[in-house]
């Protein structure tokens, strides 16, 4: 991993080191801020409980790893909050993002008189800074600042764990749940703490620990750290302005939008943020992070101008077949004037369900199985088309209810046959385990209908399955302004295309399920010994593929 000059075009690696970094650090500091604010609201309890739990949580915040951890995820935070300060004249943010800097940068100025006033003293005096005496302390005097300090943390790391766990869908489900922890916690903790500095203001009788001379001492020790932290905001402030005006002064190139304007603009910055500074509407579902393709752009005059793309935008060009004449505009940084028209619509973008990141396609690892009704259209042959349909209905309502039963989801009916996504949201070992769960109960939900439907058939219903682990990219295909709410989410790829094959050829091998190697191995299940290992000749597959048979579904593991 190499450093580059500050508006270069080469990669930027630093980004996949930074994004872990700041999640890491804010996460162990929001966790220390939960547990305290938890300890406070025992006050609605008694002070005797909140010292009991302040007991444990000290043992662990003040040993040397816990000190140290505290020490390390602060400073790293804090650094790259003046980054992201520094970073904010070239990239609109939205209003959750600019107070969740804000709120940070005001954190430290109510931080560090709580900070001196508790562990401080502690270690400069000796004082045991007991609940006690944080309450004779604080209340009433501090109680003000003490709130002020609590909606800070609170606001700033609430937001931070929302951008970090929004892409998630078990996040997403307990929303309300969410929600409401954010505002109980907060209310619950500074109620325990104004209930205890009311218990203890009538208690009274607690003796100042402090002499003149050691109260001087840490009002002299305040201002001395909040006059650095002021003049640390001043002189990023002032970089911030120098910054600003570097770009205004410095040599400008244009950017042509085909049927858009031309864009007078410094260098440095990427074509996304040109587009984003200057409110020309850009899609971008993943933010500018080179996770998506939607932000790609056909580069009309300029190509030769511009550094070789990236690793990381490589990849993700690939996946999409882009020609050479295309771009991601997050990871481009123009040092020449160039012309440009986007590809994909921003306005679809901003009609998208933000949390539905299937709009725009993931790759992900998943299971696919398809399931086929055999001979079909030879058992329909002379029957009534209100009995084909019915039998029909019976055979894919039951294989479809006994798909989702096993957390599977049904991509699509195909004439008389069902295609099923397994591992859509959770690991690809539980996807495949889920998969052979799903078809062995479709085993068993056969033999049912055939035993109901005994008497209207002539020969019992049978059935193939093939079953196949792999990527493959996962969609809303044919979704748009009108259809989003009714598009359904399909698989693409040659995983789909494997599991159809093995699928076709269970007839061949004269068996109910063949399945990929591969997926057992995923499953990380035992293979029974009525399974018969095999290698597969696939069409359109140069090499063969190891598969397992099983006569009937009820022998696969599980």
Request: aromatic residues 6%.
């Amino acid at each position: 991993m190499t450093l580059i000059a500050p508006g270069s075009d080469a990669p930027r690696p630093r980004r996949a080191v930074l994004a872990p970094l700041r999640a890491i650090s804010g996460l162990i500091l929001f966790t220390f801020a939960l547990t305290h604010f938890l300890n406070h609201a025992l006050g609605l309890i008694s002070i005797d409980a909140m010292q009991a739990a302040q007991d444990i949580r000290l043992g662990i915040t003040r040993s040397l790893p816990g000190t140290s951890l505290l020490i390390g995820a602060a400073a790293v935070h804090f650094v790259l909050g003046i980054s992201a300060f520094l970073r904010a004249r070239t990239r609109r943010k939205g209003v959750t993002r600019w107070v969740q800097l804000g709120f940070g940068l005001l954190i430290p100025i109510f931080l560090l008189r709580h900070i001196i006033g508790t562990r401080g003293v502690h270690e400069m005096f000796g004082v045991a800074d007991t609940y006690t005496y944080a309450l004779w302390a604080m209340w009433p005097n501090e109680a003000a600042n003490q709130a002020a300090l609590m909606l800070l943390v609170w606001v700033h790391g609430c937001i931070g764990m929302h951008h970090w766990l929004n892409q998630h869908l078990w996040y997403r489900r307990l929303h309300p749940l969410w929600i409401g922890l954010a505002v109980a916690i907060p209310l619950l903790a500074f109620g325990g703490f104004n209930a205890a500095g009311r218990v203890r203001s009538l208690q009274g009788g607690f003796a100042n620990p402090f002499s003149a001379e050691q109260f001087a001492i840490i009002n002299h020790t305040f201002d001395t750290f909040a006059t650095g932290y002021y003049a640390l905001l001043g002189t990023a402030v002032v970089i911030w302005a120098a910054l600003i005006l570097r770009d205004r002064l410095a040599r400008k190139i244009t950017v042509s939008y085909t049927d858009g304007p031309r864009i007078h603009t410094p260098k440095g910055r990427t074509l996304l943020e040109i587009s984003q500074q200057n409110r020309i509407p850009h899609a971008s579902v993943c933010g500018g992070r080179a996770r998506c393709s939607t932000c790609r752009v056909r580069v009309m005059e300029g190509l030769s101008d511009l550094a070789p793309p990236s690793d990381i935008e490589t990849r993700v060009l690939a996946r999409v077949g882009a020609p050479d004449n295309v771009r991601l505009a997050c990871q481009i940084r123009p040092q020449a004037d160039l012309a440009i028209s986007t590809l994909l619509p921003a306005n679809a973008a901003g009609r998208t369900d933000p949390q539905d990141r299937y709009h725009w396609g993931v790759e992900r690892e998943v299971t696919i199985l398809f399931a086929d009704l055999r001979g079909f259209t030879r058992m329909s042959e002379g029957r009534l088309s209100f009995d084909v349909v019915f039998l029909l209905n019976q055979f894919l309502g039951r294989m479809a209810e006994t798909i989702e039963d096993s957390s599977g989801y049904v991509d699509k009916f195909m004439g008389d046959g069902i295609m099923a996504i397994f591992g859509m949201e959770t690991s690809a070992e539980q996807g495949a385990r889920q998969a052979l769960g799903a078809a062995r109960a479709m085993g068993g939900v056969l033999e049912a209908l055939n035993q109901s439907l005994a008497g209207e058939l002539a020969t019992p219903l049978q059935m193939g399955i093939g079953i196949h682990t792999g990527p493959a990219i996962l969609g809303r295909i044919g979704a748009s302004h009108r259809t989003e709410a009714a598009a359904r989410i399909t698989a693409l790829g040659e995983t789909v295309n494997l599991a159809s094959r093995l699928e076709s050829l269970t007839k061949d091998h004269g068996v109910q399920v063949l399945v990929s190697d591969r997926t057992l191995t995923i499953a990380a299940l035992p293979v029974p010994d009525a399974m018969t290992p095999h290698q597969i000749t696939v069409r359109g597959i140069s090499q063969p593929v190891a598969a397992h048979t099983a006569l009937l579904a009820a022998s696969l593991p599980g």
